[in-house]
């Protein structure tokens, strides 16, 4: 008998269970052709038992790799619905979760309840087990979660273009204007007020629809400013506007989307007149914002390290996995402050900000009045699946 007490676990996916004995089923993550063999008859009334692989010595390319397979296999139980997920994690132990945002619409937060478990006790017995049914059991009850509906907004704003034809179609140029509230305990400020997280970029974005709406005559095709809510908590609102786009996918020709830019004392080093395109070369809009900003004095490049594990991790993946070439511009990718209340206004740099803002609008407008849109680079095969929503979207085998 292995207990886990509520400081020892965080809810993933909120859901009332009240299993008895329950048989469990271990599932190996690392495994995929295991995974495809999976069925909802197999998994029917059973506890599913994983654990999160260990990255901690693995290279940054693995360790990307690796946890690509992990959110595919996510999805994978979730459909499968068994009567409840648990998760083992390696490493550290955390604290119990407090309130999160759901939202009710989004197919990838229904499902079963899942639970993320820190026990070396359960895994060391996970270990040890054979996948496929076990001969433990599992005997769990969660209470239904309070729920109090809240309402968040995306914020548009739509430049209409100025060419009969191409202002049928748009460019997309993002931010989030949310960060991660207040900190739960500690003495003096504890209020997460994201400056450069994304504060940034929020203002990047207001100063590029000003400066581009003064326009005459405006940019050919149309350009659609959205400030996103509910980033930090799950792409939260590029994944409600993807379901519900206010023009269609279709016509979207590029994402540019804006996260960072404040912070010149990047943890690798200074970052000046210059900024990182995540997934530079997945499509050739890394090329074209690159030859814009240089003739504004700005280095767009390709971050030898970030470039392919930051391109998941921000709004600009929503809208790729719907098929639009879409990428996050970043001026420090790592910086002293990240995710802590001491990301303060007076840190940033404003001078460089204006540098790389000024590159960015140049990048929009040349975008913006080129009447070949931008493309998913064939010759890349990270790219693929891209390139293959894309197809998809404009009705292309």
């Known amino acids: 008998r292995i207990p886990v007490s509520p400081k020892d676990l965080s809810v993933q996916r909120a859901g009332a269970a009240e299993l008895e004995r329950a048989p469990v089923f271990k599932v190996t993550i690392e495994d995929p052709e295991a995974l495809k063999q999976l069925?909802?008859?197999?998994?029917?009334?059973?506890?599913?038992?994983?654990?999160?692989?260990?990255?901690?010595?693995?290279?940054?390319?693995?360790?990307?790799?690796?946890?690509?397979?992990?959110?595919?296999?996510?999805?994978?139980?979730?459909?499968?619905?068994?009567?409840?997920?648990?998760?083992?994690?390696?490493?550290?132990?955390?604290?119990?979760?407090?309130?999160?945002?759901?939202?009710?619409?989004?197919?990838?937060?229904?499902?079963?309840?899942?639970?993320?478990?820190?026990?070396?006790?359960?895994?060391?017995?996970?270990?040890?087990?054979?996948?496929?049914?076990?001969?433990?059991?599992?005997?769990?009850?969660?209470?239904?979660?309070?729920?109090?509906?809240?309402?968040?907004?995306?914020?548009?704003?739509?430049?209409?273009?100025?060419?009969?034809?191409?202002?049928?179609?748009?460019?997309?140029?993002?931010?989030?204007?949310?960060?991660?509230g207040r900190a739960t305990g500690g003495e003096g400020d504890r209020i997460f007020n994201g400056a450069n997280d994304n504060a940034s970029g929020v203002a990047a974005l207001l100063d590029l629809a000003a400066a581009l709406g003064r326009m005459k005559p405006l940019p050919k095709r149309s350009i659609i400013f959205l400030a996103l809510f509910g980033e930090e908590k799950g792409l939260l609102g590029s994944r409600y506007y993807v379901r519900h786009p206010l023009f269609p996918l279709e016509k979207s020709v590029a994402n540019i989307n804006l996260e960072q830019l404040g912070r010149t004392d990047a943890t690798e080093g200074p970052q000046v007149a210059r900024a990182a395109l995540t997934g530079f070369d997945y499509s050739d809009l890394g090329e074209r914002l690159a030859q814009a900003a240089g003739l504004t004095g700005v280095t767009i490049f390709r971050h030898p390290q970030a470039n392919d594990s930051y391109f998941s991790r921000s709004d600009n993946v929503v809208f790729a996995r719907a098929g639009i070439p879409a990428h996050t511009l970043s001026v420090a990718l790592n910086f002293p402050d990240y995710h802590r209340v001491s990301d303060h206004w007076e840190k940033l740099d404003y001078a460089n900000m204006e540098k790389v803002t000024r590159a960015v609008a140049l990048g929009v407008l040349r975008i913006a009045n080129d009447a070949e849109p931008p493309r998913w680079n064939p010759q890349n095969p990270r790219a693929e699946p891209y390139r293959k929503a894309w197809r998809q979207i404009h009705g292309q085998p």
């Not at 390696?90 to 999160?100: I, L, N």
């Not at 197919?107 to 060391?124: I, K, N, T």
């Open 39 to 180: 069925s909802a008859e197999a998994l029917a009334g059973k506890v599913v038992l994983t654990a999160m692989p260990d990255a901690g010595r693995m290279e940054a390319e693995r360790r990307r790799e690796l946890f690509s397979l992990v959110n595919r296999a996510r999805s994978i139980l979730s459909r499968l619905k068994p009567a409840l997920i648990v998760t083992l994690r390696r490493g550290m132990m955390f604290a119990a979760s407090g309130a999160r945002l759901r939202d009710p619409s989004d197919p990838e937060q229904s499902g079963p309840p899942a639970l993320l478990v820190s026990s070396s006790e359960l895994l060391e017995a996970f270990e040890s087990m054979a996948p496929g049914v076990t001969d433990a059991t599992a005997t769990v009850r969660i209470p239904a979660p309070e729920e109090e509906p809240v309402k968040l907004r995306n914020v548009a704003a739509l430049l209409r273009g100025s060419d009969p034809a191409l202002k049928e179609t748009f460019v997309l140029v993002t931010a989030h204007y949310d960060h991660t």
